[in-house]
Structures are given as C-alpha cells and as structure tokens.
C-alpha cells in the first residue's frame, strides 16, 4: 500500500532525493546527458519530493521566472496519479507566492498530462536536448 507525502524545499535539502530520481528517469531512461541535467538553476530553484513511505518517487523543480520543470515520476509510480499530485501542490505554492501564472517546457508526449491540469499550448514545437518540445502556460 502506498503511504504518500511530499517535501517542499531549496537544493541543499532535497537534492540527494531529487538527483536519485532524476538520474533513474531523465539520464538512464531518457538518455539525457549528464551535463545538460544539472545546472545552475537548481541551486536558486525551489524543488518539490513525494515520497512513497520513506522512498523518493516524484520530484519536480519551480524557477524563479515561474517556469516548472525536471517533472518526473519514477516508471514503477507511474499512472497513479503522482505527477498531478505533485503539480497541484506546486500550483498551489506558486499561488501562495502571489504568482500569477506559470510555464513550463513539455516534452510532446507529455502534453495531455500538463493539459488535464489547464496547461495551454504556446508557439511551435522545438527540438531540447534532442528531445520534442512545446511551451505551456496555465494562468490563475
Ligand atoms: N499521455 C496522456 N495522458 C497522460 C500521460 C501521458 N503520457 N501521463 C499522464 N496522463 C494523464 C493521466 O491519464 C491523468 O489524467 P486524469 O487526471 O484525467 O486521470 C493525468 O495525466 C495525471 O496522471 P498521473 O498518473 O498523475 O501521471 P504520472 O504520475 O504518470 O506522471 C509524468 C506523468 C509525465 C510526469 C510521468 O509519465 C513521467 O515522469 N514521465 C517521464 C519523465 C517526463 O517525460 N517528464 C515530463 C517532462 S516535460
């Protein structure tokens, strides 16, 4: 049985749980190189772990220009509903922070997921880290 709860908090806090789930879905799953992983905004960003009793499953990152993104569930998680979890507790944040909208860079077939959470489609689609692409944006 899944006993779920989630962390909000600065790299120094979360990275150890966040780069565990990071590097099993986005380096070894999708095969994205590890120097364009890690970078310089994941020490200013804000960063969001759910945690399946005590194992780390989901994670995401919210930027200071209002931009979500690294969103991942581990394989083994998903189609639970952790991912629209994790994104109603960021959106819920951002709220409390006074923003007023969000974005976010949706790989192509992610774009249903980020859509049934009121995520608009924004200009073309681009290539990132070879990779499909397209902007999304949800006002509140
Ligand atoms: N295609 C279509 N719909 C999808 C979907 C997909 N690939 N993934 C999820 N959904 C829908 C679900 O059907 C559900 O709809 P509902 O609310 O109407 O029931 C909703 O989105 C929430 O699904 P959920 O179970 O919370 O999604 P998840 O926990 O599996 O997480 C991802 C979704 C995209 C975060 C997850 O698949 C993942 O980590 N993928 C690998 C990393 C990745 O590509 N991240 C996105 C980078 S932009």
Redesign the pocket.
Known sequence: MTQLTIRAGSWDELQDDAKLIREQ?FILE?QIAVEDEWDEQDAISQHFVIYDHTQPV?TARLLQNNSVGR???LKS?????????LMLYIIEHAKQQQREWLK????V??M??YA?LGFKAEGDEYLDCGIPHRDMRLNF
Do not use: I
Request: aromatic residues 4%.
């Open positions: 879905v999708q989901a969103v991942a569930v998680h998903r189609g639970l509903g952790m991912g629209k979890m976010l860079s949706s790989q077939h992610a249903p997921f049934s």
